[in-house]
T-cell receptor, first 112, second 116 residues
Framework: TQLLEQSPQFLSIQEGENLTVYCNSS?????LQWYRQEPGEGPVLLVT?????EVKKLKRLTFQFGDARKDSSLHITAAQPGDTGLYLC????????????FGEGTQLTVNP | NAGVTQTPKFRILKIGQSMTLQCTQD?????MYWYRQDPGMGLKLIYY???????DKGEVPNGYNVSRSTTEDFPLRLELAAPSQTSVYFC???????????????FGSGTRLTVV
């Protein structure tokens, strides 16, 4: 059983469309991070959220941490081909210290 | 600033062979990690280290060993390679100064290993 469930697993959309990726768990996290990974490279940190209900924006990307700190979402407005990549959520729990648990990822393809 | 450097980028091993995956970071991060990534499975933690001389097992440690003699280096050793160890391996580092710090990981670009 995966501690962090991401959905959808695959998403293919046209340039200019909006999309939302979800990261859900039955466990509480002290913080949650989102990473983006391109082919042949390691994941790159996009954002960290730590407070329940927190919303952070990074240009066209909006990240939200659930009130109960069990889930998170990533919303992209007016997607561009450069947004294509694997999006990973990762959570840290009080009992795990610095260790992150990663979701399985959402593979996003934005077609021009 | 190089960040996290992994070598080699690609390697093919025969069953039963041994090898060491190298990882070095130049950011003076105290924590380091090894993950493996398989298609559709996300990243699984193999081993991690909270400082020089200290290592601990992660979620999938069997078949691997690590050492951390310096802050900068965290090599991963495969003693008897098996086909199940075919994967992409990522080294990562992070800085933590106490409970509640939430600094993100910096990842290397990975080593793609195939065991035949």
């Amino acid at each position: 059983t995966q501690l962090l469930e991401q959905s959808p697993q695959f998403l293919s959309i046209q340039e200019g469309e909006n999309l939302t990726v979800y990261c859900n768990s039955s466990s509480v996290f002290s913080s949650l991070q989102w990473y983006r990974q391109e082919p042949g490279e390691g994941p790159v940190l996009l954002v960290t959220v730590v407070t329940g209900g927190e919303v952070k924006k990074l240009k066209r990307l909006t990240f939200q941490f659930g009130d109960a700190r069990k889930d998170s979402s990533l919303h992209i407005t007016a997607a561009q081909p450069g947004d294509t990549g694997l999006y990973l959520c990762a959570g840290a729990q009080e009992t795990s210290g610095s260790r992150l648990t990663f979701g399985e990822g959402t593979q996003l393809t934005v077609n021009p | 600033n190089a960040g996290v450097t992994q070598t080699p980028k690609f390697r093919i091993l025969k069953i039963g062979q041994s090898m060491t995956l190298q990882c070095t970071q130049d950011m003076n991060h105290n924590y380091m990690y090894w993950y493996r990534q398989d298609p559709g499975m996300g990243l699984k933690l193999i081993y991690y280290s909270v400082g020089a001389g200290i290592t601990d097992k992660g979620e999938v440690p069997n078949g691997y060993n690590v050492s951390r003699s310096t802050t900068e280096d965290f090599p991963l050793r495969l003693e008897l390679a098996a086909p199940s160890q075919t994967s992409v391996y990522f080294c990562a580092s992070s800085y933590h100064r106490g409970r509640g710090s939430n600094y993100g990981y910096t990842f290397g670009s990975g080593t793609r290993l195939t065991v035949v």
